[in-house]
């Protein structure tokens, strides 16, 4: 599988995220670029999870139809295509809010180019995207934030 290039001018991969873009913070999404999308791509996939939450993964930003075409996201704006409910019950971006004094939490921002559009319904969980996804990626590319309380 080949490798889409996605950055934030906000904060480097495997930095901390500013608060700006937390739940304690403005909750502003963070400004998003990829690049190196393959031909075949039928949409892009965004996802944004905290693998680290007490409870499992939980889902900070799900976003499926985005235009192969597009090149990322202005701060505090989602990619065209269709926004999902996060963990919050929220449709859209949900920032960071880890448990106080549950130490570092890795926020995986990941961005799938797709060969065909994802059967997801109602609140999809972040393992249904998983499983939704597998077979029909092209690419992928992943940038990780931190964030504590």
């Not at 680290?52 to 889902?59: M, V």
């Not at 990619?79 to 919050?88: A, H, K, L, T, V």
């Not at 799938?112 to 994802?118: K, M």
Request: aromatic residues 8%.
């Amino acid at each position: 599988m080949t490798e889409i290039e996605l950055r934030s001018v906000a904060f480097n991969d495997h930095a901390a995220i500013p608060r700006r873009h937390s739940g304690e913070g403005d909750d502003v999404s963070p400004p998003l670029t990829w690049s190196a999308v393959p031909d075949g791509t039928s949409e892009l996939v965004l996802l944004c999870e905290d693998p680290d939450a007490p409870g499992g993964s939980f889902l900070h930003w799900l976003v499926t139809g985005i235009d192969p075409g597009s090149s990322g996201a202005a701060e505090g704006e989602s990619p065209r295509g269709q926004e999902w409910p996060n963990g919050f019950g929220r449709v859209g971006w949900g920032g960071p809010m880890p448990p106080p004094g549950h130490g570092v939490h890795r926020y995986f921002f990941r961005l799938w180019a797709v060969s065909e559009s994802l059967s997801l319904h109602g609140k999809p969980t972040v393992d249904a995207v998983h499983r939704a996804v597998r077979g029909h990626a092209l690419a992928s590319g992943t940038l990780v934030g931190t964030y504590q309380r």
